[in-house]
């Protein structure tokens, strides 16, 4: 049987594979994957706890937090193609004018 | 119930107010021609007036209206002045760059979108509603600053965007804690909740507030969550700069007051000691670094670094001693309004260093100054020395409440690390006040100056004296913000 413990254990791997990731990778566009991961694993939390403790608001906060990572990759890859324009890569690392 | 609606309208005014003149003129700017959407600055300045004037009105007729997602306390009100302000004066500034002129309306809808989500930020009774509004001002933030779309600009954005999304990431897994043990994000609901929690539930809530205190920490750019702040803060168009140095931290302070008020009763994390190493961080790191730096616009940046560690200082003292709460949050509130005043005042002057679309950023430029420009070097003299806290300044009266309260709560230590923390600064603020005076000049160019400059510089630098020679009144006003706290 599936508990809500299991469901939870993923999330948190979710979330723990998303800050590794952001720290990890210098890609600008992985690390846009990461924080993604990281928003999904707390939707995934919130999905959890709404069907296992009965209370639906937990799903609906799931959809305004989608909503809102949809936004963020909007502005996101806005900047990022801005960045690609003006130096042609996404490497983090490069992205370095201003240092001190 | 039409009593009710009436009620609701007349708290949500100022957000409402926000939200349709930002839509309004985004509508308008589609239909101006290009060079003409520049005239936009006017309605955008005549809108946040309008928003100050509903959210004064609100906080005198004081009423704390219970239900829904949004509360409307005066500590709401009072934060949304500040905010009001801050939007109000930079918006001023932006006139005088390339940004404000060349790229026309958008930058005005985007920091009227901004400024609507600080205003929901301070009313939010839900934690969901909290990040919301954070995301509404930070993405509108992230636009903002690489809005000059040079390589820095694009650099600063993408910096500021990728830390900010890592942030709101702990943020969010924070709130689906707490929501996990106690089955709503409403923090009424929270700290009835919470109170009676017990074993995993308690345990769920602590690492939530935990991880909702590093999103936070990220806003404020408190030490260790501050690294993004100088490149971000050097890279952006300087009234962006001085938006984020202001009004952005202050809704960063917003969130952090109701955290403290609605979690720290009941969650038994070691709430003083985690804030005390915090503003001792965020304090002696901002202001050691800041020593080395050239670059006017970094060394602002660590200077806000350090300030948010004083009115850190702040919120550790409300939790120290419940008997002084109210005075100690009084203080930070006062504190946030004061720095953003002298911050403010201090982008103003890089504004006018710079001419349109080259910005004039070493400390080393302004050698030479106090010759060309007396009045403008006496106003950067002025608010570098509010800045590091001597009187009869507003940056003294800001240090000189948080630290009473400090010292009252039993905070004795930390006292003496804010203490000693403002005689390092006054080596870097005097050292450009040095620089403008004694420095013989290198290839001056006079700026140019307008008159929306002078008057930012004129009101900030007056309001700078003014209050902190009478600051009395303003602090009451602070201190009866916090006077019935709802939950």
Redesign the interface.
């Known amino acids: 049987m599936i508990s809500l413990v299991h469901y939870l254990i993923v999330s948190i791997l979710l979330f723990c594979i998303g800050v590794a990731g952001f720290l990890c990778r210098r890609n600008a566009l992985v690390l846009f994957m990461s924080v993604e991961l990281m928003l999904n694993a707390a939707n995934l939390a919130f999905i959890t706890f709404a069907r296992f403790q009965g209370n639906p608001s937990g799903s609906v906060i799931a959809f305004f937090v989608m909503v809102v990572a949809a936004a963020e990759v909007a502005v996101g890859l806005a900047i990022l193609v801005l960045v690609f324009k003006n130096r042609s890569s996404v490497d983090v690392n490069e992205i370095s004018l201003m240092k001190g | 119930m039409t009593i009710l609606f009436l009620a609701m309208a007349k708290a949500l005014a100022p957000f409402l107010a926000l939200v349709l003149s930002g839509l309004l003129l985004l509508i308008v700017t589609a239909f101006l021609p290009k060079e003409k959407t520049r005239l936009l600055f006017y309605p955008t300045l005549l809108a946040l007036a309008g928003t100050t004037i509903l959210v004064a009105t609100n906080w005198v007729d004081g009423f704390p209206l219970e239900g829904g997602m949004v509360i409307s306390d005066r500590i709401a009100y009072g934060f949304d002045l500040v905010f009001l302000l801050s939007v109000f004066l930079s918006t001023i500034l932006s006139r005088e760059t390339e940004e404000g002129n060349a790229h026309g309306g958008e930058y005005y809808v985007l920091t009227l979108f901004a400024t609507a989500g600080m205003v929901l930020m301070a009313h939010s009774r839900d934690l ?1 509603l909290l ?2 509004a954070l ?1 509404i001002m930070s ?1 509108s933030a ?2 903002l600053t ?1 809005y000059r ?11 500021y ?2 830390m900010g ?2 942030a ?3 943020l ?2 924070g ?3 707490i ?2 043990a106690t ?3 409403d923090f009424s609901v929270i700290t009835q909740a919470g109170a009676g929690a017990t074993g995993n539930s308690l345990w769920l809530i602590r690492i939530g507030v935990a991880l909702l205190l590093i999103g936070f920490g990220f806003k404020i750019a408190a030490v260790p969550f501050h690294f993004w702040a ?2 971000v803060y ?2 952006a168009p300087t009234p962006v700069t001085a938006l984020m140095a202001s009004g952005v931290k202050a809704a960063g302070f917003v969130a952090l007051v109701r955290l403290v008020i609605a979690f720290a009763p009941f969650t038994a994390l070691p709430w003083v000691k985690i804030l005390s190493v915090l503003a001792f961080l965020t304090m002696t790191i901002g202001n050691l670094i800041a020593l ?2 050239t ?1 006017i616009k ?1 060394m602002l940046a660590y200077s806000s670094i350090a300030h948010a560690g004083y009115a850190l200082v702040g919120l550790a003292a409300s939790i120290k001693n419940g008997q002084i709460q109210e005075e100690a949050l009084a203080a930070v509130l006062f504190y946030m309004f004061a720095y953003s005043l002298m911050t403010i005042g201090a982008f103003a002057i890089v504004v006018a260093m710079g001419r349109k679309g080259d910005e004039v950023d070493e400390i080393g430029d302004y050698a030479g100054l106090s010759e060309h420009h007396p009045a403008l070097a006496a106003a950067m003299a002025l608010f570098m020395i509010s800045l590091t806290g001597i009187p009869p300044t507003l940056g003294f009266i800001g240090k000189f409440y948080l630290l009473r309260a400090a010292v009252s709560s039993g905070l004795i230590g930390l006292t003496v690390v804010a203490v000693l923390n403002s005689v390092i600064s006054a080596f870097y603020y005097l050292s450009v006040v040095m620089v403008i005076y004694f420095q013989k000049e290198k290839g001056y160019r006079l700026p140019q100056l307008s008159y929306t400059l002078l008057f930012a510089v004129s009101f900030t630098a007056m309001a700078v004296i003014y209050l902190g020679l009478f600051p009395e009144e303003l602090f009451q006003v602070a201190k009866q913000s916090f006077q019935a706290v709802v939950f």
């Open positions: 969901l990040f919301i995301e993405l992230y636009i690489s779309q040079s390589a820095k600009g694009a650099e600063a954005g993408m910096k965007f990728v999304a890592f709101s990431g702990f969010l897994y709130i689906a804690l929501y996990g089955g709503s994000t100088p490149d050097e890279g080395k730096q670059n970094r």
